[in-house]
């Protein structure tokens, strides 16, 4: 995968051995499934952990909503098997692979979970954590431990599941997730407005979001990243009937902002929008996590240096390609009471700028602790990420 030597347990016995060995040898090691996120973060020296010998269903139940599979599954079989009971996970999640120029395919479900990888979706049905309902990991401290359980509601002990979606492989070695699916829309229409300007996109999405129609997705590309004019795109999902009439009322609503129209290729959209395709692959690539109302602020600071841009959530999520001025970046984001991650960078560049958003003293220091708690040897601390160097 990257030339460094990889090890691939095939039993949650054996996985729990090699991590105890590593945190008693000192050895680092790098939780990886398909490696369509490799280059996320710095380059770091440790050994490869390949979880894909942990892959396949376990149990799936479309009568109760719930699914289990190995961490190591593939993505594209977890998304075509629910598909096939007319199903879907919520959350929309994609491969990410082709943002780093990688072929589509390799992005494992654990890997999913692990880096909180959600898609357009996000904005209606909720992030990652939303539905992971347990799972079975092993710690850095070699110990196997499930959390969670295959039911909708359940508030016994600590709700692990939180903790571990988005912790990017620095807290367990995921065996299996359980996750809540949800029955698939029957029909799907995106209507779209031409010309607008981010603040008219901005006051049109915030208007049909703020009305009971149920919006699944709402976008935003302005002009060019080859396109002649900007591009405002409102997702609907559902039964026929009811997509058709919150159709109708959406376009009601949309009236005094321009002529309406269903987009054709809506799916071709959504797929590049949630990649980025657009957005010049040679330029280190941001993601801005902010209040949608804060769109045009961070637009407003952006545009002058020559960032490349275009929004999701209806301006939550902001993706920006710029040569330089990481500071800049990130203090944008923090004046709009949000965050920015360096998703895709030169090697040299990650090296010196950490992906995540650096956080205050005080919460850098609980996260500190909650890691020692699960791994306390750092067999999990490769460098990826400035702050996760372990110290003794």
Same mark, same amino acid.
């Given at each position: 995968?990257t030339?460094?030597?990889?090890?691939?347990?095939?039993?949650?016995?054996?996985?729990?051995a090699?991590?105890?060995?590593?945190?008693?040898?000192?050895?680092?090691?790098?939780? %990886?499934?398909?490696?369509?996120k490799?280059?996320?973060?710095a380059?770091? !020296?440790?050994?490869?952990?390949?979880?894909?010998?942990?892959?396949?269903?376990?149990?799936?139940?479309?009568?109760?909503?719930?699914?289990?599979?190995?961490?190591?599954?593939?993505?594209?079989?977890?998304?075509a098997?629910?598909?096939?009971?007319?199903?879907?996970?919520a959350? !929309?999640?994609?491969?990410?692979?082709?943002?780093?120029?990688?072929?589509?395919?390799?992005?494992?479900?654990?890997?999913?979970?692990?880096?909180?990888?959600?898609?357009?979706?996000? &904005?209606?049905r909720?992030?990652?954590?939303d539905?992971?309902?347990?799972?079975?990991?092993?710690?850095?401290?070699?110990?196997?431990?499930?959390?969670?359980? #295959?039911?909708?509601?359940?508030?016994?002990?600590?709700d692990?599941? #939180?903790?571990?979606?988005?912790?990017w492989?620095?807290?367990?070695?995921?065996?299996?997730?359980t996750? #809540?699916?949800?029955?698939?829309?029957?029909?799907?229409?995106?209507?779209?407005?031409?010309g607008l300007?981010?603040?008219?996109?901005?006051?049109?999405?915030?208007?049909?979001?703020?009305?009971?129609? !149920?919006?699944?997705?709402?976008?935003?590309?302005?002009?060019? &990243?080859?396109?002649?004019?900007?591009?405002?795109?409102l997702?609907?999902?559902?039964?026929?009937?009811?997509?058709?009439?919150?159709?109708?009322?959406?376009?009601?609503?949309?009236?005094?902002?321009?002529?309406?129209?269903?987009?054709?290729?809506?799916?071709?959209?959504?797929?590049?929008?949630?990649?980025?395709?657009? &957005?010049?692959?040679?330029?280190?690539?941001?993601?801005?996590?902010?209040?949608?109302?804060?769109?045009?602020?961070?637009?407003?600071?952006?545009?002058?240096?020559?960032?490349?841009?275009?929004?999701?959530?209806?301006?939550?999520? %902001?993706?920006?390609?710029?040569?330089?001025? !990481?500071?800049?970046?990130?203090?944008?984001?923090?004046?709009?009471?949000?965050?920015?991650?360096?998703?895709?960078?030169?090697?040299?560049?990650?090296?010196?700028?950490?992906?995540?958003?650096?956080?205050?003293?005080?919460?850098?220091?609980?996260?500190?602790?909650?890691?020692?708690?699960?791994?306390?040897?750092?067999?999990?601390?490769t460098?990826?990420?400035?702050?996760?160097?372990?110290?003794?």
């Amino acid at each position: 995968m990257t030339g460094r030597p990889a090890i691939r347990p095939s039993s949650v016995d054996e996985l729990a051995a090699v991590i105890g060995a590593a945190g008693r040898s000192g050895t680092r090691l790098e939780i %990886v499934g398909g490696g369509s996120k490799v280059d996320f973060g710095a380059s770091r !020296e440790a050994s490869l952990l390949d979880m894909t010998g942990f892959s396949g269903v376990v149990d799936y139940d479309p009568a109760e909503l719930v699914l289990t599979v190995g961490a190591g599954t593939p993505l594209v079989e977890v998304q075509a098997l629910v598909a096939s009971e007319e199903q879907m996970l919520a959350f !929309e999640p994609f491969d990410m692979g082709p943002v780093y120029g990688r072929p589509v395919g390799a992005s494992t479900i654990g890997g999913t979970v692990a880096a909180g990888t959600a898609g357009s979706r996000r &904005l209606s049905r909720g992030s990652v954590r939303d539905h992971l309902l347990g799972f079975e990991a092993v710690s850095g401290r070699g110990e196997r431990f499930i959390a969670g359980a #295959k039911v909708v509601k359940n508030v016994t002990g600590y709700d692990l599941s #939180k903790l571990v979606s988005g912790s990017w492989g620095r807290l367990v070695a995921l065996t299996q997730v359980t996750l #809540k699916v949800l029955p698939r829309g029957r029909v799907t229409t995106t209507l779209a407005v031409e010309g607008l300007s981010p603040v008219q996109a901005q006051a049109a999405m915030s208007r049909s979001l703020g009305a009971p129609l !149920e919006i699944a997705a709402a976008a935003y590309c302005p002009r060019g &990243l080859g396109r002649e004019t900007s591009l405002t795109a409102l997702r609907l999902e559902g039964f026929p009937t009811s997509v058709q009439a919150r159709s109708g009322a959406l376009r009601h609503i949309l009236v005094g902002f321009g002529r309406t129209h269903v987009m054709e290729e809506a799916d071709r959209f959504w797929h590049d929008m949630m990649t980025v395709s657009a &957005l010049p692959a040679d330029l280190p690539l941001w993601r801005l996590n902010v209040p949608p109302s804060a769109l045009c602020s961070v637009v407003e600071a952006m545009e002058p240096v020559g960032a490349q841009w275009l929004c999701d959530w209806a301006g939550g999520l %902001v993706w920006l390609a710029l040569a330089d001025g !990481e500071q800049r970046v990130r203090d944008a984001a923090l004046a709009a009471g949000g965050h920015a991650t360096l998703v895709r960078a030169p090697e040299a560049m990650r090296a010196r700028v950490c992906a995540l958003q650096p956080q205050s003293p005080g919460v850098t220091a609980l996260e500190q602790r909650v890691r020692r708690a699960f791994d306390p040897a750092g067999v999990f601390d490769t460098g990826r990420f400035a702050d996760s160097t372990h110290a003794d």
